[in-house]
């Protein structure tokens, strides 16, 4: 019999043992069991709108029309393996229309958002409400809610989507329903009911606002862009001259989905805003101006209609250059709030 090796442990018969029998143990696992802080996998990414530009344009030609309504081009972080992902638990891409396309209706568990960036034209039904997509628009498509887009313009359309597909597949719990191509009653509607919701929709955003309620979204599903510019433009400053605007449910003032909650944020020219790390995921798309955030000590140098990932547990400053700034920014916070796991905070 061959002595043992040096580095041999006493249990290390033991836990051979064990883990034949499919069992492991703790006191040698607890480390990766319960990390003592969050890592996340990704680094930040940074798209530009003047990259992917060029192929909205070939995806409007090359793409076959049985998949139109698919046409939408994810941007995808390498860190995940190949996934389909953009950070962990969200995605974001653009869907490019041609004019007249329709993208045919479906529904899914997946909670999902659209920000109109060069959509004039275009509306998205949901759940029978027509919703218009002028710049800064912002369309919630909830859970289970039936929705389809349509461009009516003479333009080439393209929107930001934002959805939490890798965390709903991540629970195995998502379901999907395909609507009706040809059925004309889905298009043939106006706003109706969302016209009792306008005007509301925004609060400031802080450490008091109200929490997520389980299962519960937003009966509002239309965001106007202009209401939004001018909710920023009277909300005062804070110390750091942002301004931060929560998009709410106006039945109780929560988060627009439980697990989607999304955010504008004003950045005052100039300023830097303090460094803060949160346990939640966020996917930042520029509106407008232009800027640089550090991320995770990475620089980076945006401007119009780009997107930046802000990794969970990772410190993040912005600050805009030559005049205001404003960015929409989409998280998983109303998750982490659900569950107990939201924390945040100022890194000196
Ligand atoms: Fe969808």
């Known amino acids: 019999m061959s002595a043992s090796p040096a580095?041999?442990?006493?249990?290390?018969?033991?836990?051979a043992d064990l883990e034949a029998a499919h069992y492991h143990p703790l006191w040698d696992r607890y480390k990766a069991i319960t990390p003592i802080v969050p890592a996340a996998k990704d680094?930040?990414?940074h798209w530009r709108w003047r990259d992917f530009d060029p192929f909205a344009a070939r995806a409007a030609v090359e793409v076959p029309i049985e998949d139109v309504e698919r046409r939408a081009i994810i941007m995808v972080n390498p860190a995940f393996g190949g996934a389909t992902q953009t950070t962990s638990n969200l995605l974001g891409a653009f869907t490019v229309l041609n004019p007249g396309d329709r993208a045919v209706p479906h529904r899914h568990t997946a909670a999902a958002i659209r920000f109109a960036t060069r959509a004039d034209g275009a509306a998205t039904i949901v759940n029978g409400r027509r919703c218009a997509m002028k710049e800064g628009d912002l369309v919630l498509t909830p859970p289970m809610c039936w929705h389809g887009h349509i461009n009516l313009g003479q333009e080439r359309t393209a929107w930001f989507d934002a959805a939490n597909m890798p965390l709903v597949c991540g629970l195995d719990a998502s379901f999907f329903e395909p609507g009706s191509r040809s059925e004309a009653a889905f298009w043939e509607v106006d706003e109706g009911e969302e016209r009792r919701w306008a005007g509301t929709g925004l609060a400031a955003?802080?450490?008091?606002q109200p929490a997520p309620v389980a299962g519960a979204h937003s009966p509002k599903f239309h965001y106007a862009g202009e209401a939004t510019r001018a909710f920023l433009a009277g909300l005062p400053a804070a110390a750091d001259g942002s301004k931060l605007a929560r998009y709410v449910n106006p039945d109780n003032g929560g988060p627009v989905m439980p697990a989607l909650d999304c955010y504008a944020l004003r950045l005052g020219a100039g300023a830097t805003t303090a460094a803060r790390r949160s346990t939640w995921n966020t996917l930042c798309l520029v509106v407008s101006g232009s800027g640089r955030s550090v991320v995770g000590g990475k620089s980076i140098e945006w401007e119009q209609h780009d997107v930046f990932t802000i990794p969970h547990w990772t410190v993040a400053t912005h600050m805009a250059r030559g005049g205001d700034a404003d960015l929409f920014l989409v998280t998983d916070r109303s998750v982490f709030e659900l569950l107990g796991l939201a924390r945040s905070e100022v890194v000196e």
């Open 7 to 15: 580095s041999a442990r006493p249990d290390a018969a033991l836990i």
């Open 43 to 45: 680094m930040p990414m």
């Open 205 to 208: 955003a802080g450490a008091a």
